[in-house]
């Protein structure tokens, strides 16, 4: 079993950010691999987007057992303790591994539970 629930033998295949927005009910529940680019003003919203789709994102929120995780905490140092919080003055891209929630009634409309993270890179923008 897989941190936070989720069973399975092999992790699910790699999706886009574009794919899963694009058809979200296809996705809706279902557990997704995605790799994107975190965008976060530092407060309030943080994102995963892919520049393929640039007016698209997907929030993402961590399960309880993944908040606590090594990978979840440099996540969340990188966006908000790396230099400015946030991502102006830095890109992140990572992989997400979680359940997908899509057309919720409350912001953001498309969300992954986030169960497992990995690669992390995170570049100062120059």
């Not at 995963?48 to 640039?54: K, T, V």
């Not at 606590?68 to 890109?91: C, E, M, N, Y």
């Not at 912001?107 to 570049?123: A, G, M, Y």
Request: proline fraction near 6%; aromatic fraction near 6%.
């Amino acid at each position: 079993m897989g941190h936070g629930g989720i069973a399975r033998a092999d992790p699910p295949p790699q999706q886009t950010i574009c794919e899963i927005a694009h058809h979200s009910q296809a996705f809706n529940g279902k557990v997704v691999s995605v790799s994107g680019r975190v965008e976060s003003d530092g407060q309030e919203y943080t994102l995963i987007s892919d520049p393929a789709c640039p007016a698209v994102g997907i929030g993402f929120k961590y399960t309880a057992r993944a908040s606590h995780s090594v990978a979840a905490q440099r996540l969340r140092k990188a966006i908000f303790f790396t230099g400015k919080p946030g991502t102006q003055d830095k890109v992140i891209t990572v992989t997400l591994v979680g359940r997908f929630v899509g057309n919720r009634e409350k912001w953001p409309k498309r969300l992954i539970l986030v169960d497992e993270v990995s690669n992390i890179v995170v570049r100062p923008i120059k």
